[in-house]
């Protein structure tokens, strides 16, 4: 399984970012997929995350309105367009295979080595 995130940077708060994420080495297809997030000094966050039809399954409230997943099947690819970022968004974002749902909360096995959002004015 190898999954490579890109895309992340720094913006300016109410800026827009778009994370990517190409996964290989398993059936992308059949898998759920979804991002998590870690800021400095805190515990992994589920963000948002995807079914395999491409319907939001799970998502934080603080970003609903504000982050849109999607994924390409054909492409093994997986985005996240981000959208009015705020400071507290700050984190490094990995993204993640779903292995499966722990009530309503993704839980995952693997993960890429994630890609740094900064958001800072």
């Known amino acids: 399984v190898q999954i490579v995130e890109s895309g992340g940077g720094m913006v300016q708060p109410g800026g827009s970012l778009r994370l990517s994420c190409a996964a290989s080495g398993f059936i992308f297809s059949i898998y759920e997929m979804g991002w998590v997030r870690q800021a400095p000094g805190k515990g992994p966050e589920w963000v948002i995350s995807i079914d395999t039809e491409g319907n939001d399954r799970y998502y934080l409230s603080s970003v609903k309105g504000r982050f849109t997943i999607s994924r390409d099947n054909a492409q093994n690819t997986l985005s996240l367009h981000m959208n009015n970022l705020r400071p507290e968004d700050t984190a490094l974002y990995y993204c993640?295979?779903?292995?499966?749902?722990?009530?309503?909360?993704?839980?995952?096995?693997?993960r890429g080595q994630g890609t740094q959002v900064t958001v800072s004015s």
């Open positions: 993640a295979r779903i292995e499966g749902y722990a009530g309503e909360i993704p839980e995952y096995e693997y």
